[in-house]
């Protein structure tokens, strides 16, 4: 079966490096959203990468999964896999919010949306110098505009809904995101933000697991 993989905020392809499961990966490739485009209609320009004559599944990193749950939603997938992700505004933790109600995120400007690479190995969970390096290339290469349209959509009142098939595999120490609520989601012990790089062993584990 195909499985489609949807990278993080900024992240591409890189991101799935070290994932290795019994099924052809494919990579959805981020396209430029327009001013102010919902996530609804992003979603649907997104969906011309995805065959959906054969049977499929949905992989989704980070704000991939927010996407990968909103595609869901007219493709049908046989399952939609998150890993490291949430589904809306309601499942950020509560500084998110609040900065997203006081509309602070519009203030800030495109050229300072990526945090200082310290600051980022933390929040990521990012210790192997190896990984480092390929956090920053990612981080390097993002495409700021686009991080900023990603944020403030994931900050607006769009409502997602939770595909019922979805399957959630999170780090519990992650800190950019973390779990809030443990009930249905398969842990990664000890697992970051960015445990798809640095505990790839443990993620190929779990997923092939689950997709037994």
């Not at 390096?133 to 403030?152: N, Y």
Request: hydrophobic share 40%; glycine share 8%.
């Amino acid at each position: 079966m195909k499985c489609y993989c949807i990278s993080g905020l900024g992240a591409d392809k890189r991101a799935f490096k070290y994932l290795s499961i019994n099924h052809e990966l494919i990579h959805v490739e981020w396209i430029k959203p327009n001013k102010k485009e919902s996530i609804s209609s992003y979603s649907k320009r997104l969906s011309k990468q995805i065959d959906t004559t054969k049977p499929f599944m949905l992989l989704g990193l980070s704000f991939g999964g927010t996407i990968a749950c909103e595609l869901a939603k007219f493709l049908k997938p046989e399952k939609v896999i998150h890993i490291s992700s949430i589904i809306n505004k309601k499942h950020l933790p509560l500084i998110f919010r609040i900065i997203g109600s006081l509309g602070i995120h519009k203030l800030i400007p495109s050229s300072l949306m990526s945090p200082p690479i310290g600051l980022a190995y933390w929040f990521f969970g990012i210790k192997k110098p190896e990984n480092k390096k390929l956090l920053k290339e990612i981080l390097d290469d993002t495409d700021k505009d686009f991080l900023k349209w990603a944020i403030g959509r994931l900050l607006s009142k769009e409502e997602i809904v939770i595909p019922e098939n979805l399957i959630r595999i999170h780090g519990t120490n992650d800190k950019l995101l973390p779990i809030r609520d443990r009930e249905g989601f398969i842990e990664i012990k000890g697992g970051g933000h960015f445990m798809v790089i640095e505990q790839a062993d443990e993620v190929n584990e779990k997923f092939n697991l689950v997709l037994q």
